[in-house]
């Protein structure tokens, strides 16, 4: 019997298993689809995912970005990360990498395998029944391990989309750039020398991506006329409640554990982080510590998340609040510092109170 198997081989599954194999246990990896494979996201790795995938040996190639700029109702916003910057990198080329460094250090990869349910020691696959002592979910945001385990909490009230696509250009920004527009947002991320990818979320209604792009129009004007260079990827619901991240012996990670919003990019590093916890409480065979983990883990960037999905619903405090970034670029640049882990929140000390004085008076 192997010590664990994953059912995922998308990043979260591909971080769980290298750190399992440089920890000297058994993994396979199993995954319907065959790599690269690709998915929507917004490609900006934040600085701690960056540090993160360093640790197991995984180096992508892909345009490093100094900070976040906010564009919305004529106010620019501009904060930069205190430390190391972070990592904008094709979907396929993060994939790619970690295939690379899995053979490596001799995860067992199976492609082409499908899951079809749960047994009490392994996984039924439609090439068999595969056994293990550890049982991983980490294939995404609607898990089907998450439902089989009946862990399943359903989507959010809140229904929130995404759609990516890239346009083959120089990129104009070593930024990632927001643009808040009219009930979006386009999160716009330097991703090779010529390419350049976007990714819109939004609320609610029926949208594409070029609808969305549309309403606004300093953006479509910075990319009209550039070839596509990909075609438009989209998911949702974004919000995906899990009732618990273990059961028995079978733990969750990624998306799979549960997600709030692509607001804040964060995704990619929490799920890096997690991979790293559930590792460490594999190896010490306690999934409880895994629990309390993954909520230390989550419970900041929750916070970001709930607070700027209230700005995305409030246009004219969104407005203030890029205002008040503008006038303390410095306080930015905690802030993200914070968001990112290479800060701790005590560092922004008497900025807040600044911070909520310029919401009131701007």
Same mark, same amino acid.
């Given at each position: 019997m192997n010590d664990l198997l994953i059912v995922g081989g998308g990043p979260a599954g591909l971080a769980t298993a290298i750190r399992a194999r440089l920890a000297g246990l058994g993994v396979t990896v199993i995954d319907r689809a065959r790599p690269p494979i690709d998915k929507a996201c917004g490609e900006g790795l934040m600085p701690d995912a960056v540090a993160r995938l360093r640790e197991i040996g995984v180096v992508p190639r892909g345009l490093p970005f100094r900070g976040i700029r906010y564009f919305d109702r004529g106010a620019v916003a501009e904060?930069?990360?205190? %430390?190391?910057?972070? @990592?904008? =990198? $094709?979907?396929?080329? +993060?994939?790619?990498? @970690?295939?690379?460094?899995? /053979? /490596? =250090?001799? =995860?067992?990869?199976? *492609?082409?395998? &499908?899951?079809?349910? +749960?047994?009490?020691d392994g996984v039924e696959t439609d090439q068999g029944v595969l056994t293990a002592r550890w049982i991983v979910g980490a294939d995404g945001l609607r898990s089907r391990v998450r439902q089989w385990a009946g862990l399943d909490g359903g989507a959010g009230p809140l229904l929130r989309y995404g759609v990516r696509r890239h346009f083959a250009m120089a990129p104009w920004s070593d930024f990632v750039e927001v643009y808040w527009g009219p009930g979006c947002e386009a999160y716009v991320t330097p991703v090779a020398p010529d390419q350049v990818g976007i990714a819109f +979320? *939004?609320?609610? $209604? &029926?949208? %594409?991506? %070029?609808? +969305? @792009? /549309?309403? @606004?129009?300093?953006l479509r004007t910075r990319v009209a006329g550039a070839p596509l260079a990909s075609r438009d990827r989209g998911t949702g619901p974004l919000r995906q409640r899990v009732r618990a991240v273990h059961k028995g012996n079978l733990a969750l990670v990624g998306d799979a554990a549960g997600y709030f919003d692509a607001i804040t990019g964060e995704g990619l590093a929490v799920a890096l982080h997690e991979s790293a916890a559930l590792v460490e409480a594999i190896v010490a065979g306690d999934l409880g510590r895994y629990a309390r983990a993954h909520r230390r883990i989550n419970r900041l960037p929750d916070l970001m998340t709930g607070l700027v999905l209230a700005l995305e619903r409030r246009p004219r405090l969104r407005a203030r609040a890029v205002r008040a970034l503008a006038a303390e670029p410095a306080l930015f640049s905690r802030l993200l510092g914070i968001h990112a882990r290479t800060l701790p929140p005590r560092r922004l000390g008497l900025g807040a109170l600044r911070l909520a004085w310029r919401l009131m008076a701007v």
């Open positions: 904060g930069l990360f205190p %430390d190391a910057g972070g @990592l904008g =990198v $094709r979907r396929t080329e +993060l994939h790619q990498a @970690l295939v690379c460094r899995a /053979e /490596e =250090v001799g =995860v067992d990869l199976r *492609w082409g395998v &499908k899951a079809e349910g +749960l047994q009490e +979320l *939004w609320s609610g $209604r &029926k949208a %594409d991506f %070029d609808a +969305l @792009l /549309e309403s @606004l129009p300093e």
